[in-house]
């Protein structure tokens, strides 16, 4: 009971807390309760024009890569939270989901083979986040996406790293205007220290759909919003903010992928208006459900960059999630060791 006790106090819950409700305030009057809830949407809304503007930037000639996915649910996070873990590592915060978009870059130019280029890839972005000891799982995202969407150009990485120092820059203003101090921060990051291990019900959920794409040629059936969600699913199986309540997974998915077709379809010749329509509509989902999952974020924005996307975009991300809903339920931290020679922080 002390150990899983003292495992909860140093568990960081970035992804798992940040975009739906506030860390809980210093005091407990109404009053400190609405500021720490301002804050909060304050930062939800500069994300929101954030990326609205690297949207309008990314329909430049050759500035496309401008618009990942995954830059919506960091910069939600990070503004929204501006002493939390992830907002005071600012180098990791550039570093790590670039080198991933690197590594799955380039393994996408030199395995042929689509399925493992894709394992290869998680694989290599799974190894760095332990050696690195970070707890940024969208960088999952970054080295997935060069695969799903056959991205063989090396501007990638460049825009993505672009991207993330323009967010940085734009979190050192808000810690500065909010007053958010470097202790506080480092307090933070020093959190969750305690390594999950090695999570074998996600490589069996990873293998599943694996094979599912290469049974069916569905390819929308593994997207890199759901390989997030499953990593932490499983990388924290006793805190899963859905656990208990498994039919909200498919049916989140399913809206937040719904709203981001619609958006595409209506608005895609304006970028900018589109991700902030999309953005807004799915952290109102999120409120609505009370359910907190940034990864649905990403979700809403992926349709803006697969060619030619249509309603199997929406089948193929609801049923993968409902295949991780219902056919991993009952999975928690007993049907694995945690292995010693693969470790990173909990996320």
């Given at each position: 009971?002390?150990?899983?006790?003292?495992?909860?106090?140093?568990?960081?819950p970035?992804?798992?807390?940040?975009?739906s409700?506030?860390?809980?305030?210093?005091?407990t009057?109404?009053?400190?309760?609405?500021?720490?809830?301002a804050?909060?949407?304050?930062?939800?809304?500069?994300?929101?024009?954030?990326?609205s503007?690297?949207?309008?930037?990314?329909?430049?000639p050759?500035?496309?890569f401008?618009?990942?996915?995954e830059?919506?649910?960091?910069?939600v996070?990070?503004?929204?939270?501006?002493?939390?873990?992830?907002?005071?590592?600012?180098?990791?915060?550039?570093?790590?989901?670039?080198?991933?978009?690197?590594?799955?870059?380039?393994?996408?130019?030199?395995?042929?083979?689509?399925?493992?280029?894709?394992?290869?890839?998680v694989?290599?972005?799974?190894?760095?986040?332990?050696?690195?000891?970070s707890?940024?799982?969208?960088?999952?995202?970054?080295?997935?996406?060069?695969?799903?969407?056959?991205?063989?150009?090396?501007?990638?990485?460049?825009?993505?790293?672009?991207?993330?120092?323009?967010?940085?820059?734009?979190?050192?203003?808000?810690r500065?205007?909010?007053?958010?101090?470097?202790?506080a921060?480092?307090?933070?990051?020093?959190?969750?220290?305690?390594?999950?291990?090695?999570?074998r019900?996600?490589?069996?959920?990873?293998?599943?759909?694996?094979?599912?794409v290469?049974?069916?040629?569905?390819?929308?059936?593994?997207?890199?919003?759901?390989?997030?969600?499953?990593?932490?699913?499983?990388?924290?199986?006793?805190h899963?903010?859905w656990?208990?309540?498994?039919?909200?997974?498919?049916?989140?998915?399913?809206?937040?992928?719904?709203?981001?077709?619609l958006?595409?379809?209506?608005?895609?010749p304006?970028?900018?208006?589109?991700?902030?329509?999309?953005?807004?509509?799915n952290?109102?989902?999120?409120?609505?459900?009370?359910?907190?999952?940034?990864?649905?974020?990403?979700?809403?924005?992926?349709?803006?960059?697969?060619?030619?996307?249509?309603g199997?975009?929406?089948?193929?991300?609801?049923?993968?999630?409902?295949?991780?809903?219902?056919?991993?339920?009952?999975?928690?931290?007993?049907?694995?060791?945690?292995?010693?020679?693969?470790?990173?922080?909990?996320?």
């Amino acid at each position: 009971m002390g150990a899983r006790a003292g495992h909860a106090r140093r568990r960081d819950p970035e992804l798992a807390v940040a975009a739906s409700t506030p860390l809980p305030p210093s005091s407990t009057s109404p009053q400190a309760t609405a500021a720490e809830s301002a804050q909060v949407w304050r930062g939800r809304m500069l994300a929101v024009g954030y990326c609205s503007l690297l949207g309008g930037l990314s329909t430049l000639p050759g500035w496309g890569f401008l618009l990942f996915p995954e830059l919506g649910p960091l910069a939600v996070i990070v503004l929204s939270r501006p002493n939390s873990r992830w907002a005071a590592s600012p180098w990791q915060l550039i570093g790590v989901p670039t080198a991933a978009a690197v590594c799955g870059l380039w393994i996408h130019n030199h395995v042929p083979i689509e399925s493992l280029a894709l394992l290869l890839a998680v694989l290599a972005t799974r190894l760095l986040l332990s050696l690195l000891r970070s707890s940024l799982v969208p960088a999952l995202s970054a080295a997935a996406l060069p695969v799903i969407l056959g991205i063989h150009s090396w501007a990638y990485p460049g825009q993505i790293a672009l991207g993330l120092i323009g967010l940085t820059a734009l979190l050192a203003v808000v810690r500065r205007w909010q007053g958010a101090s470097a202790e506080a921060g480092a307090q933070v990051a020093a959190e969750g220290a305690a390594p999950p291990g090695w999570q074998r019900p996600w490589w069996i959920y990873l293998l599943l759909m694996v094979g599912l794409v290469q049974l069916t040629g569905w390819r929308m059936l593994l997207l890199p919003p759901l390989i997030v969600i499953s990593h932490e699913r499983f990388a924290e199986p006793d805190h899963c903010p859905w656990l208990g309540r498994a039919w909200q997974l498919p049916l989140a998915c399913g809206i937040a992928a719904g709203v981001g077709l619609l958006v595409t379809e209506l608005l895609k010749p304006h970028i900018a208006v589109a991700m902030a329509v999309s953005l807004g509509l799915n952290l109102l989902l999120m409120q609505r459900l009370r359910l907190a999952l940034p990864p649905l974020l990403a979700a809403g924005l992926l349709p803006l960059l697969i060619p030619n996307v249509d309603g199997h975009y929406v089948l193929g991300i609801t049923a993968s999630a409902a295949v991780l809903a219902f056919g991993f339920p009952h999975v928690r931290a007993r049907w694995w060791r945690r292995g010693p020679w693969l470790r990173s922080p909990s996320p």
